[in-house]
Structure formats: C-alpha cells, structure tokens
C-alpha cells in the first residue's frame, strides 16, 4: 500500500513537470512570436508608379527577399487612398508622396518613413491642352485645371501659383485620379493638368504642352520627395522584415545604376504606350542610393523638415488643421532600418 501511494507521488510530480515545461516552452515560442517571428502575409499598397519599388515587384524581389511568407500587392489610385488603406490597417507597406504622408501625421495616421523612391523633378509636372492658350502659370486665372487632391502635384500646383503671384480662387482647380485626368483630357473638359507618370506620359503624347515641372518649382523653395512607408505596428513586431523589404529596394538601385535598360524594358512592357526610350525620359527624377540618403537626408533630419515645411503650407491652405511640430514628425521618419540595410 505504501509502495502505491510513493508511486502514485513519482506519477503526479512528473505530470507536473510535464505540464511545467510544456507551458515554459509555449512561453518561450510567445515571446519569440512578440519580439519578431514572421507574419502570415505581408500586403504592400501600390500606386504602380515608373519607381525602384514597382521593379522590385516587377522582377518579384521582394518576394524572393520574404521568402515563406506570401506578399499581396494592392493597387490604390493616389497617395489618400493609401492612407485610408493605412488607417483601417489593410496594408503594411507603401509608396506616397510628401504632402499625403504630411496630411497623414496630422491625421494621426500611424507609420514610419522609411526611404524615398524619389526626389521628384520630371515624373511630375503641369501640361495645357494645345488650345488653352496657357503658357505659363501666370495663366491659370479663368481656367479648369485638374489634379489629385492632397497629392504632392497638388501641392506643387498651389505652391506655383502662389510663387507666381495667381489668385488661387480665380482658377477652377479640380480634384481627379490620374486615370480620370486623361478621360477628361481627350473630352476636352480641363484645360491643363499637373500629374505623375504614367498618366503625364499619356497626356503629352495627346499634345499637352509642358508648363512646369516639379523640379522647377522645387528651385522655387518647394521640393517634394515620394516616400517609401511602413506601418509603426508593423515594424514594431517585425523588424527583420522591413530590413527585407529595402533589402530589396537596395537590390533594385544596384540594377538600376548598373544595368539602366533592364529597368527601362521592364517598364516599357508594363507601361502601356510606352518604350524603353520614352521611360528612360521619363525617369529623371534625382535618385539617392540608400547609403545616400542615410548619410544625407534621415541623418541631417532634411527629410524631416521636408515634411513639416509642406505641413506648414498645408496649414496655410487650410487643407490640415496645423503644421505638425519637427520633434513629432522625426518620430516618423525613422532612417535606422535603411542604415543597417545600406551598409
């Protein structure tokens, strides 16, 4: 009888030994899941723009950089609809411009500045129908001139027309999606547009007549960037993963310098309408490699500032209720992923 009790006593001590180390072990597996793991899937919100990113997806690099875990791509229209997709959690990455992520801050939208595709100068820009009779922004008073609203062409748009002295309330200024541009272009509804390519692309193809670009009007003082973002909750609970994600973009600038026509042909049967000749136009904007950009704009806070000078025109604007505060928005361009990339 004693035999069975000091047996019984050996039996119910190791089931709870058992039972000990089977929880330290899910335990452990928790934590592991909490300060990284993979995620099921990660989903990247597209614009499809002519940019390193839209290679990367392209040739499947970031793919091939995520290795098991499944990435979807999302189309959007423009850089708000991003942000909607940002705010209700649907995506983790994407490409916007500088004035959409401004108006996303100060929405309180959550995410993290990550890299720029782009230094804007050509791929944006403001083209008159041959019959407008506009040949400088001087011009626009009386007329219908569509562009995305909130989108970095917006911006440049207004910031024009305040350089140049144009009474804004004298020009209607419509708000439209680059694929409604061009409809309404070849109807004869707008008199000019200031978009991005491919849609720009398309509009001087119809005999639109060039009347400033981007980089024209950030010599004025107003330069923009597209930026590549990701969602703070995101990089929080997968760094490793964000780091994949420029791993790939790093690759993509390399094929870019080195071999330029693999890029230009990639797009050139992807664009509709276009050759590699006519992207390799396109593609003037100022590109910085990720080493670049580190050591000249995430590490000086230019980026930073950046954001905040076209937060403070927004304000003027009225479009956002006040300029966002430079100690705030350096909390969200965070270049410390690229920096660990970049070497």
Same mark, same amino acid.
């Given at each position: 009888?004693?035999?069975?009790?000091?047996?019984?006593?050996?039996?119910?001590?190791?089931?709870?030994?058992?039972?000990?180390?089977?929880?330290?072990?899910?335990?452990?597996?928790?934590?592991?899941?909490?300060?990284?793991?993979?995620?099921?899937?990660?989903?990247?919100?597209?614009?499809?723009?002519?940019?390193?990113?839209?290679?990367?997806?392209?040739?499947?690099?970031?793919?091939?950089?995520?290795?098991?875990?499944?990435?979807?791509?999302?189309?959007?229209?423009?850089?708000?609809?991003?942000?909607?997709?940002?705010?209700?959690?649907?995506?983790?990455?994407?490409?916007?411009?500088?004035?959409?992520?401004?108006?996303?801050?100060?929405?309180?939208?959550?995410?993290?500045?990550?890299?720029?595709?782009?230094?804007?100068?050509?791929?944006?820009?403001?083209?008159?129908?041959?019959?407008?009779?506009?040949?400088?922004?001087?011009?626009?008073?009386?007329?219908?001139?569509?562009?995305?609203?909130?989108?970095?062409?917006?911006?440049?748009?207004?910031?024009?027309?305040?350089?140049?002295?144009?009474?804004?309330?004298?020009?209607?200024?419509?708000?439209?999606?680059?694929?409604?541009?061009?409809?309404?272009?070849?109807?004869?509804?707008?008199?000019?547009?200031?978009?991005?390519?491919?849609?720009?692309?398309?509009?001087?193809?119809?005999?639109?007549?060039?009347?400033?670009?981007?980089?024209?009007?950030?010599?004025?003082?107003?330069?923009?960037?597209?930026?590549?973002?990701?969602?703070?909750?995101?990089?929080?609970?997968?760094?490793?993963?964000?780091?994949?994600?420029?791993?790939?973009?790093?690759?993509?600038?390399?094929?870019? /310098?080195?071999?330029? *026509?693999? !890029?230009? +042909?990639?797009?050139?049967?992807? $664009?509709?309408?276009?050759? #590699? @000749?006519?992207?390799?136009?396109?593609?003037?904007?100022?590109?910085?490699?990720?080493?670049?950009?580190?050591?000249?704009?995430?590490?000086?806070?230019?980026?930073?500032?950046?954001?905040?000078?076209?937060?403070?025109?927004?304000?003027?604007?009225?479009?956002?209720?006040? /300029?966002?505060?430079? *100690?705030? !928005?350096? +909390?969200?361009?965070?270049?410390? $992923?690229?920096?660990?990339? #970049? @070497?």
């Amino acid at each position: 009888m004693q035999m069975k009790k000091v047996l019984g006593l050996v039996l119910a001590l190791a089931m709870v030994m058992s039972l000990l180390v089977s929880c330290g072990g899910n335990s452990s597996e928790e934590k592991k899941e909490e300060e990284g793991g993979a995620p099921e899937q990660i989903v990247i919100g597209t614009q499809g723009l002519m940019n390193l990113e839209t290679y990367a997806q392209l040739e499947k690099m970031i793919e091939e950089k995520m290795g098991d875990v499944t990435v979807e791509w999302k189309q959007f229209n423009a850089g708000k609809d991003l942000n909607q997709a940002f705010a209700a959690g649907e995506i983790d990455f994407g490409v916007l411009g500088a004035s959409p992520v401004a108006v996303a801050l100060a929405q309180g939208i959550d995410y993290k500045v990550i890299y720029s595709t782009a230094m804007l100068t050509n791929t944006e820009a403001m083209v008159a129908t041959p019959n407008s009779g506009i040949k400088s922004v001087k011009d626009l008073e009386g007329k219908t001139v569509a562009c995305t609203f909130t989108s970095t062409c917006h911006y440049t748009l207004l910031s024009a027309m305040e350089h140049e002295g144009v009474d804004a309330s004298k020009v209607k200024i419509i708000d439209m999606e680059p694929d409604k541009i061009v409809a309404a272009w070849k109807r004869g509804d707008i008199d000019a547009a200031y978009t991005w390519n491919p849609a720009l692309g398309q509009l001087k193809a119809e005999g639109g007549k060039l009347i400033v670009t981007s980089g024209e009007v950030g010599e004025m003082g107003y330069p923009v960037a597209d930026f590549a973002v990701v969602r703070t909750e995101f990089a929080d609970q997968y760094p490793d993963y964000v780091k994949k994600y420029l791993e790939a973009l790093v690759d993509a600038e390399a094929v870019y /310098a080195e071999t330029p *026509e693999k !890029v230009y +042909e990639a797009f050139a049967n992807h $664009f509709e309408g276009y050759t #590699a @000749k006519t992207v390799k136009e396109a593609m003037t904007d100022d590109y910085y490699t990720g080493k670049e950009q580190v050591e000249k704009y995430f590490d000086t806070d230019e980026y930073t500032k950046l954001v905040v000078k076209i937060s403070e025109f927004l304000a003027d604007q009225e479009q956002i209720d006040k /300029a966002l505060d430079e *100690e705030f !928005v350096g +909390e969200h361009v965070d270049g410390s $992923f690229l920096s660990e990339v #970049a @070497k």
